[in-house]
């Protein structure tokens, strides 16, 4: 652990971040800000469609909080694993010619999208705030999902990044699953809208599904329908976290051993 | 490992998979794998490499365009990964394969040098204490706050080296950085060198350029076709890598051919290609001239750093020009220079021996054997007496 916090490593990492951060809203007038109008302006098309429109979720108090909790997830999960996927193949001009430990790359990538989740926070505490959604105890919970969503999110940009050297498919396959992804989660719409027990169980089976529906348990209402009360508290509620440790070892596994080769392969 | 030993390289092998379609899609990697066709070949970069480099070493590896000299560089870099074989490096290695690597063009100057430097391994604190100086030795003070895509070629090599110059590890890799920059950078770039070897530092310099590796490593490695075809002093290396390089025939791609020559030379010959200081070198030029116009010959010697050594010409030695439409020509001239390798050039010249007809570069070379110790350029009759 001390060999991979050197000062080298850090300084490396710091920079990168910097840098990161400098170059992606290059150019644009709004800056920064774009990293939050982006949530922002997704949940403002959402909601007036759904909640306005098609009047989805209006059993659940504070929907529109609920609503933004979980686009601002999917959208962590969405920001990390997309930028990650190309941080190898974007940096191959660095990759060929220095040594640097390659996992700072994609370390380095997903720091980045930490910094834009808590800054979405921020806009998230703001809305409870306007919203007057009581603190519930259960929210100290809330860092430990959202820790299970940055694992989650990191194995899979271990495995996209190292796949993405060898096959530029990967970039658009994972395009459509993420799409896939965000109807297949209940993102903007609540869980109990669907009418089978056993599809209810599938849908939270995906990490994603759970953590969110943890999340917004835990910090908006206790009206949100989770593992633990779909499945009866049985075993099958332990699924996500295996998958994630699963991916999670598979992905560092995976990703040693294709690095030895990312310089030549680029 | 004993401790004088920088780097010990054992065997090393390394090898590319060239696929003939680049399979960068799932579904030719599938068509491929139904095919049960490897569509791709196998090119051996390097073989069976192995040599060690001393503590306080300036070592050159030196090899054509396609030796294999950048893929061990990157070897020994730890970007590659041997195939077979093992590197040893001892003590902390400077990965710097080219100038400027990790440059972002939309940063600014300012921003550029610290993210280099986090390259290199200094810390924010540490590269603030030394931007001034960097700065200051790039010459750049007015330009530092401006994007680096703004900046001229010249000045983002400045900028670059300026850093690298800064880092401090034991052991350095240097690749064709003498390639780049007008003849006052190449100047900073040779004091930094020497100023390297002053310090006893191990530094790898790769080059195709002969005259660097010459001027500065103690011992080179001479690279062929992935093989090493020798390692030694870097004066016997030159000596083989140029009798390589420039053994090319009188119409070979080498040579430059003047637009519709008037009269051309056809062939040079020589009686002896090796001699002796104080020898006799005898050059028979054979030439044709179909238009008969009065015309002059020319011939010079190159060093094998490319020093122009000697050169002459038949006007400059109050020949009257000829008119022979075809005939052979003989230049004799007693050899005092040093020992070494020498190229001649020979040429057909007009009437007033001011314009060349026919330049032919490197139509041979001759080879003052290694009597004596004595260095530079001229061999001087000379002697030693104390009085």
Redesign the interface.
Known sequence: MIRYLSKENKTLISELVRTDFKLRYQGSVLGYAWSLLRPLLLFVILYIVFVKFLKVGANIPHYPVYLLLGIVIWNFFLEMTTQSLGSIVGRGDLIRKIRIPLWIIIFSSSLSAVINLLLNMVVIIIFMILNRVDLLATTIWLPMILLEVYVFALSLSLFLSAMFVKFRDVGYIWEVVLQAGFYLTPILYPLALIPSATLQKIILLNPMAQAIQDARWSTITHDTLISHTVFQGGWHMYIPFAIVLTLLAGGLLYFRKESKYFAENI | MIDNIAIKVEGVNKS?KLPHEKV????S?VINFYKRKRSFEKQEVLKDISFEIKKGEFFGIVGRNGSGKSTLL?LL?????PDSGQIHVNGKLT????LG??F?P??SGR?NV??N???L????KEMEKMYDEIVEFAELERFMDQKLKNYSSGMQVRLAFSIAIRANTGILILDEVLAVGDASFQQKCYDYFNELRKQRKTVVLVSHDMSAVSRFCDRALYLANGREEYIGPTREVADMYLEANYNTPINGGQNEVAVKPRATIKKVDFVKTKLDIGEKLRARISFENPTALPIHFGLQLFGRDGSYCFGSNTHINGLQPTSKKKGTLEFVATVKLVPGVYFVTVATMDEFATKDLDYRTNVGQIVVNKTTEVGGIAYLDHSWKLL
């Not at chain 2, 960068?24 to 579904?27: A, L, Q, R, T």
């Not at chain 2, 870099?77 to 990964?81: D, E, N, P, S, V």
């Not at chain 2, 990965?95 to 080219?98: G, K, N, R, S, V």
């Open positions: 590319f960068n899609s799932i579904k990697a990157k870099a730890g970007i590659y990964t990965p710097f394969i080219e690597v990790g972002s939309e940063l921003d610290f993210l430097g986090a390259l391994g200094f810390s924010r």
